[in-house]
């Protein structure tokens, strides 16, 4: 009798926890992206003072507003060494860096932000994109430099 109720109550307990998890897992990728402004994000970010780069190993992932400027131009060497330094930290494919070759200029909150743009984007935004026109950027911060955080731009809506 004991054994029976307690695989009721286990059989339950599983039944909860996968609803639980269908209702509350994320369907996609992009709704893990958590939605917040360019400067709050770069309010909390920890100091780069004493080094000349800072890596994240983390998952950093934000849906921003913010403005196309209408400029854009190669990466620095300093963001292209963070880029393959993230991506040697996490192990991941070592041909991402190759990708971002060049950042476009986004304002927010009355601040000019530089960010990497994949190659796969840089084309459709050029097309779609006008000076001033407002954009939604699915960003990841992946560290920074002593100039500037380095957030890589995968997905933008308008």
């Known amino acids: 009798m004991i054994a029976a109720n307690?695989?009721?109550?286990?059989?339950r307990a599983?039944?909860?926890?996968?609803?639980l998890l269908l209702f509350t897992v994320p369907t996609t990728?992009?709704?893990?992206?958590?939605?917040?402004t360019l400067d709050k994000i770069v309010a909390g970010l920890p100091s780069t003072e004493g080094s000349d780069y800072l890596v994240?190993?983390?998952?950093?992932?934000?849906?921003?507003?913010a403005s196309y400027v209408g400029q854009h131009r190669s990466l620095s060497k300093d963001t292209q060494t963070v880029i393959r330094g993230w991506v040697d930290s996490l192990r991941l494919d070592p041909e991402i860096p190759a990708a971002f070759v060049e950042?476009?200029?986004?304002?927010?909150e009355?601040?000019?932000?530089?960010l990497a743009i994949q190659k796969?984007?840089?084309?459709p935004m050029l097309e779609d994109l006008r000076p001033?026109?407002?954009?939604?950027?699915?960003?990841?911060?992946?560290?920074?430099?002593?100039?500037?955080?380095v957030f890589l731009v995968n997905r933008f809506d308008t």
């Open 29 to 36: 990728a992009w709704e893990h992206y958590l939605p917040e």
């Open 132 to 149: 001033g026109m407002p954009v939604d950027l699915y960003v990841q911060w992946i560290g920074s430099t002593r100039q500037a955080p």
């Open 120 to 123: 796969p984007l840089m084309q």
């Open 103 to 108: 950042e476009f200029a986004f304002e927010a």
């Open 14 to 19: 599983l039944i909860c926890f996968v609803a």
């Open 56 to 65: 994240t190993a983390g998952s950093f992932s934000y849906r921003v507003r």
């Open 110 to 114: 009355g601040k000019t932000y530089w």
């Open 6 to 11: 307690l695989r009721l109550d286990l059989s």
